[in-house]
Nanobody, 116 residues
Framework: QVRLVESGGGLVQPGGSLRLSCAAS????????MGWYRQAPGKQRELAAA???????NYGDSVKGRFTISRDNAKNTVYLQMNSLKPEDTAVYYC??????????WGQGTQVTVSS
């Protein structure tokens, strides 16, 4: 059984910061990439950021320069540091894990709301 435990979402004012965490456990196999996707109401799910086991990163255009993704391979944990948050960052953020067999796993999502 695979388990992805997400934490760190919440309500923050514009310009503020949040840090998301996602810990993966269970029969995932060897992890290739971990990342975060987000989905705002009425919009499609989009990539926020992803990182491979080798440390290569990929960011969505709208978060470049503001978000930083990192991971602890020993703990199978990925982090997303979100700075200079904007109201348009409001979304449900989903943890995503891909193993070397290219099988994907998703977390249940954590709500991030940016509002004054």
């Amino acid at each position: 059984q695979v388990r992805l435990v997400e934490s760190g979402g919440g309500l923050v004012q514009p310009g503020g910061s949040l840090r998301l965490s996602c810990a993966a456990s269970g029969s995932i196999g060897t992890i290739y990439a971990m990342g975060w996707y987000r989905q705002a109401p009425g919009k499609q799910r989009e990539l926020a950021a992803a990182i491979t086991s080798g440390g290569s990163t990929n960011y969505g255009d709208s978060v470049k320069g503001r978000f930083t993704i990192s991971r602890d391979n020993a703990k199978n944990t990925v982090y997303l540091q979100m700075n200079s948050l904007k109201p348009e960052d409001t979304a449900v953020y989903y943890c995503n894990v891909v193993n070397w067999g290219r099988r994907e796993y998703w977390g249940q999502g954590t709500q991030v709301t940016v509002s004054s």
